[in-house]
């Protein structure tokens, strides 16, 4: 169970090359950061491991299948096992549904799911009040609309949606760069609880190479799309490191 890309490249039109030749493999219950500069390709690379993107140069395979983009059917069995996070609540949750509405919309989709976190023969309503107090909100919210909520607690309903499926692979872009620094740690904390007790894998995008630390065993670094450094967490001060790595480590330790 794994996930794996090789060279892996994407132009947009106009001749943007947003990714050059990417290699990486996530092994099953690995936690990758992926860190960069703003315009690095971070959430490019997300949207086309999602499928949401399209890519002509490059393979990449999760669980021994090749995961071909904007394909509905091939994709409707690996959506189910690959969620995404994103920074922007206001595109995960539709301002005009209620929170339980929005939050089972992945249940919804796929009624054979039965993740085994969810006790069995539970209500609508219970399955969305259990999936909020999984991320620590009180179950009484299932009956607010979004905007009745703050950042942070619109970032735990998405994570709550998104765990739902009790997906294999989570990836995150920046899903805590909307919010103050004591709720960036909680949803930090919770991520990595969630992570323990699901075993998921996860990849986790960011700029914040001090919150990639945090979570992640791992980390790749992306500069104008092309993969410059990787490197086991504990070899983060290494001297080995890449000056662009070296630079962001010292931009985040002078904020
Ligand atoms: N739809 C698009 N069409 C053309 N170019 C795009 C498109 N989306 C992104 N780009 C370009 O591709 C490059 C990578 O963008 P991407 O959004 O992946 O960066 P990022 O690392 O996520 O940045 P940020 O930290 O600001 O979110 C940028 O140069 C960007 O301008
Ligand atoms: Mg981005």
Same mark, same amino acid.
């Given at each position: 169970?794994?996930?794996?890309?090789?060279?892996?490249?994407?132009?947009?039109?106009?001749?943007?090359?947003?990714?050059?030749?990417?290699?990486? *493999?996530?092994?099953?219950?690995?936690?990758?950061?992926?860190?960069?500069?703003?315009?690095?390709?971070?959430?490019?690379?997300?949207?086309?491991?999602?499928?949401?993107?399209?890519?002509?140069?490059?393979?990449? *395979?999760?669980?021994?299948?090749?995961?071909?983009?904007?394909?509905?059917?091939?994709?409707?069995?690996?959506?189910?096992?690959?969620?995404?996070?994103?920074?922007?609540?206001?595109? *995960?949750?539709?301002?005009?549904?209620?929170?339980?509405?929005?939050?089972?919309?992945?249940?919804?989709?796929?009624?054979?799911?039965?993740?085994?976190?969810?006790?069995?023969?539970?209500?609508?309503?219970?399955?969305?009040?259990?999936?909020?107090?999984?991320?620590?909100?009180?179950?009484?919210?299932?009956?607010?609309?979004?905007?009745?909520?703050?950042?942070?607690?619109?970032?735990?309903?998405?994570?709550?949606?998104?765990?739902?499926?009790?997906?294999?692979?989570?990836?995150?872009?920046?899903?805590?760069?909307?919010?103050?620094?004591?709720?960036?740690?909680?949803?930090?904390?919770?991520?990595?609880?969630?992570?323990?007790?699901?075993?998921?894998?996860?990849?986790?995008?960011?700029?914040?190479?001090?919150?990639?630390?945090?979570?992640?065993?791992?980390?790749?670094?992306?500069?104008?799309?092309?993969?410059?450094?990787?490197?086991?967490?504990?070899?983060?001060?290494?001297?080995?490191?890449?000056?662009? *790595?070296?630079?962001?480590?010292?931009?985040?330790?002078?904020?």
């Amino acid at each position: 169970m794994s996930l794996i890309i090789e060279g892996l490249s994407k132009k947009y039109t106009k001749g943007i090359q947003a990714l050059k030749h990417i290699s990486l *493999t996530v092994p099953e219950g690995e936690c990758v950061g992926i860190v960069g500069e703003s315009g690095s390709g971070k959430s490019t690379l997300a949207r086309i491991l999602l499928g949401l993107e399209s890519y002509k140069e490059g393979i990449i *395979t999760y669980n021994g299948k090749p995961i071909v983009p904007k394909n509905r059917t091939s994709l409707r069995e690996y959506r189910k096992s690959v969620q995404m996070i994103f920074q922007d609540t206001t595109n *995960t949750l539709n301002p005009k549904l209620p929170i339980w509405k929005s939050l089972l919309e992945p249940l919804d989709n796929y009624k054979e799911a039965s993740p085994s976190f969810l006790e069995q023969g539970l209500t609508k309503m219970e399955k969305a009040e259990q999936l909020l107090e999984i991320v620590g909100l009180e179950k009484e919210m299932i009956n607010r609309y979004p905007h009745e909520l703050s950042g942070g607690q619109k970032q735990r309903v998405s994570i709550a949606r998104a765990i739902s499926l009790a997906p294999s692979l989570l990836v995150c872009d920046e899903p805590t760069a909307s919010l103050d620094v004591t709720v960036q740690v909680q949803i930090l904390q919770l991520l990595k609880e969630l992570q323990k007790k699901t075993n998921m894998t996860i990849l986790f995008i960011s700029h914040d190479i001090r919150a990639v630390a945090y979570l992640c065993g791992r980390v790749i670094v992306l500069k104008n799309g092309v993969m410059v450094d990787e490197f086991r967490i504990g070899d983060i001060y290494h001297k080995e490191r890449h000056p662009y *790595t070296k630079a962001l480590i010292q931009a985040a330790s002078s904020e």
